[in-house]
């Protein structure tokens, strides 16, 4: 094992002005509350469950009778990273809720989430005398412009989003960068120490080589498809080839591997590095190169005490290599333990990638083993390992279709996909990842899907998977199709009122069916959480996809939409807040200031709130954020014409000024989501 001897540090969450402060659980989603859902990091949380728990105005009934497509942005280049979502940020002098999206052009975008407009901001990520990688420089990737792949992250606390880019020279040769950026979320400027060049080295023999004894990290092989993770207040990233091949030309030609890189997220530096496969033997077979962590972009998962990946398929030996391996690591990226299936050659001579898909944390159990994790391959088989005790390696030979046993809590074996192809990789079952939903009963649904397939539910209890049923005691699976979600299967996410079903809803991009399996059209469906074939959005077009590589695409919910980005832009959908006979219009003041307040001490003010429109106007919540605080329920309805006062109280303790935002969610149709400044100084 090998291991950096890198210092991690964390940093303490700091209250700033003009936004809230909202960040993202570790596990199951906390219980709902007033507050809109923030979405700073890929799958709602680092856990990568993929469901948001406060979704308090998405219903299964509104949803399927009054759901369509609110409004488009225009985004330049494709865009693979999933849009991430901060409510009341204050940008210039108003507050927005606020849509991110990064694209392969190398342009982060920030977007009114609300409404139709031109971007709040962009940020353009190529520095002067440099232009896009792109598919010419590999010979070996379907990408045509390379620049942001893998999604950011934000770290709300300090305002910063964190995304990596990559560039190459105009000069003949080309220099190749992949470079670190940390943007403020309110202006898109570069922050102090940004960008930093990524850039490694590892102990060991193999791959590029700087000839003391260290492999060396290649900007132009190595490939950063996952997802951002901001742990410990470090930023990881992770890397993988863009095919299974890697440089394409020169002495080390074909030579790539798996690594992990750290970033201190305040001052940059390098915090620790891993390489998964440092000894590899140049030019070995099936591959020249070794164990990329790619997880169909999906980022790596976080406890409370470690980082997990699943690698690709390369070699595995007793030299540190761990091709096709479910690793645990440290913070400072030690390799703490790990799983191995047991038919881990067959799967690299074949191609059959253990990490074609991505890892999800589950929820603490009530019973033994109580820390799990789940995950699925190209293979189609579905693992549940003990996060405390991974599995090892018990390795077996046996034929391609006979299954072989592992140390694990359990595999449900090959149950992905409809395309059981032995001795060959043409089975095609999974690049995706799980999603998790828990009701309140406390039944707890697992969600996969496989190759041209339906998305199935397990129901996970007492340490094991099993086919869970719909409420009418029929399979739980996505009604049949002729193409079902189509090559590899999709990455779906759940949103909920809690553990309400009667409000979860499973989300999920289908994208492009054949016979043109690469370009067409995208559509956004929606089921019934509980009863998947209980279908209550059918293929909503959702954008284009104009692009010989395959689309999975995550949608975004958050405070009543849902976002999807695509090859054409940023598509947003909701449930119509036209009433009928007349719509409503809110008025409210733009800010409210308590003056000076003595700590410890309460102010009360009022704000009006008038509906200016023809119909009646319904404010179903009404947030704001410690130390003010609303002294009502927060929901209005009024007729038109009609006005209402609503009390908020300022409650510093401790001196100097404050400002926050105040928001409300409404059904004006122009107007949905208007917000109020609160500004007050303890003394």
């Known amino acids: ?84 979502y901060v409510p009341g940020v204050k940008i210039g002098s108003r507050i927005h809720n606020v849509i991110f999206a990064a694209t392969e052009n190398n342009i982060v975008y920030a977007f009114d989430a609300d409404k139709a407009g031109k971007p709040l901001w962009m940020a353009n990520l190529t520095p002067s005398g440099e232009t896009l990688q ?7 990737t379907r990408i045509p412009q390379i620049g942001i792949t893998g999604t950011p992250v934000i770290d ?37 120490n940004s960008p930093v060049d990524v850039s490694a080295k590892y102990p060991g023999v193999g791959g590029e080589n700087d ?47 798996g690594w992990v890189i750290a970033y201190n997220e305040t001052t940059l530096q390098q915090a620790a590095v891993f390489n998964d496969s440092p000894n590899l033997v140049p030019g070995a077979a099936p591959s020249p190169g070794g164990s990329s962590i790619w997880q169909a972009s999906v980022g790596m998962v976080a406890d409370n005490a470690s980082l997990y990946a699943v690698t690709a398929n390369g070699p595995f030996d007793s030299n ?42 589950l929820p603490t159990q009530t019973s033994a083993p109580q820390n799990l994790m789940t995950f699925a391959g190209k293979e189609g088989s579905i693992y549940l390992v003990d996060r405390t005790s991974m599995g090892g390696y018990t390795p077996t030979t046996v034929a391609d279709n006979v299954p072989c046993n592992d140390n694990i809590v359990q595999k449900l074996w090959r149950v992905l996909g409809v395309t059981d192809t032995n001795g060959s990789s043409d089975r095609d079952a999974y690049w995706g990842a799980p999603a998790y939903f828990s009701d309140s009963t406390g039944r707890q649904y697992v969600y996969y899907s496989g190759d041209y397939a339906p998305i199935m539910e397990w129901d996970l209890a007492n340490g094991s998977l099993t086919a869970g049923l719909s409420p009418g005691g ?18 779906p996410v759940i949103s909920s009122n809690g553990g309400d079903t009667s409000t979860a809803i499973l989300w999920v991009v289908r994208h492009v069916l054949p016979p043109s399996p690469d370009a067409g059209p995208l559509t956004l469906d929606a089921y019934a959480a509980n009863d998947l074939t209980n279908q209550i959005v059918f293929d909503a077009p959702a954008g284009g996809w104009n692009y010989n590589n395959n689309a999975w695409l995550i949608p975004t919910v958050a405070n009543g939409k ?46 009006t709130v008038r509906n200016a429109g023809k119909g009646d106007l319904h404010v179903s919540s009404i947030s704001a954020q410690a130390p003010f605080q609303l002294t009502g329920t927060g929901t209005l309805n009024l007729a038109k014409g009609q006005s209402a006062a609503v009390g908020v109280e300022f409650m510093p303790t401790t001196t100097g000024a404050v400002s926050e935002a105040l928001t409300i969610n409404c059904d004006d149709p122009n107007n949905p989501t208007p917000s109020l400044t609160l500004t007050g100084t303890g003394k």
């Open 211 to 257: 000839g003391n004894g260290n492999v060396v990290f290649d900007p132009l092989a190595e490939f950063n498809r996952t997802a951002l993770t901001l742990f410990q207040g470090n930023i990881y990233t992770a890397w993988s080839a863009h095919e299974d091949i890697g440089v394409p030309n020169g002495p080390s030609a074909g030579e790539y591997q």
């Open 156 to 192: 709300p606390s300090i305002g910063t989003l964190f995304a990596v880019a990559a560039s190459k020279t105009t000069s003949t040769p080309s220099v190749f960068h992949q470079r670190l950026h940390a943007l403020d979320i309110t202006t898109g400027k570069e922050r102090a």
């Open 1 to 84: 094992m090998k291991q950096s001897h890198l210092l991690v540090t964390t940093t303490s969450t700091l209250a700033l002005a003009g936004y809230f402060l909202l960040s993202s659980a570790t596990y199951a989603a906390p219980a709902p509350t007033a507050v809109p859902t923030s979405v700073t990091t890929q799958m709602y949380n680092n856990a990568h469950t993929g469901w948001n728990a406060n979704e308090t105005q998405l219903t299964v009934a509104n949803v399927k009778t009054n759901f369509k497509l609110l409004f488009t942005d225009k985004t330049a280049g494709q865009t693979y990273s999933q849009p991430l």
């Open 562 to 607: 849902v976002y999807v980005f695509s090859g054409s832009g940023l598509a947003v959908f909701g449930v119509s807040s036209v009433v009928p006979g007349g719509t409503g219009s809110i008025r409210i003041a733009r800010s409210l200031n308590f003056g000076k307040v003595a700590a410890n001490s309460t102010k009360t003010r009022t704000f």
């Open 474 to 491: 029929q399979p739980n699976q996505t009604p049949s199709s002729e193409y079902n979600f189509p090559h590899g299967g999709s990455i």
């Open 134 to 140: 792109t598919m010419d420089d590999y010979d070996n």
């Open 320 to 361: 540190a290599d761990y091709g096709d391996t479910a690793l645990r690591l440290t913070p400072s990226l030690t390799l703490a333990d790990s799983f191995t299936p047991c038919n881990q050659q067959e799967l690299d001579d074949l191609d059959v990638d253990l990490g074609s898909g991505g890892p999800m944390l």
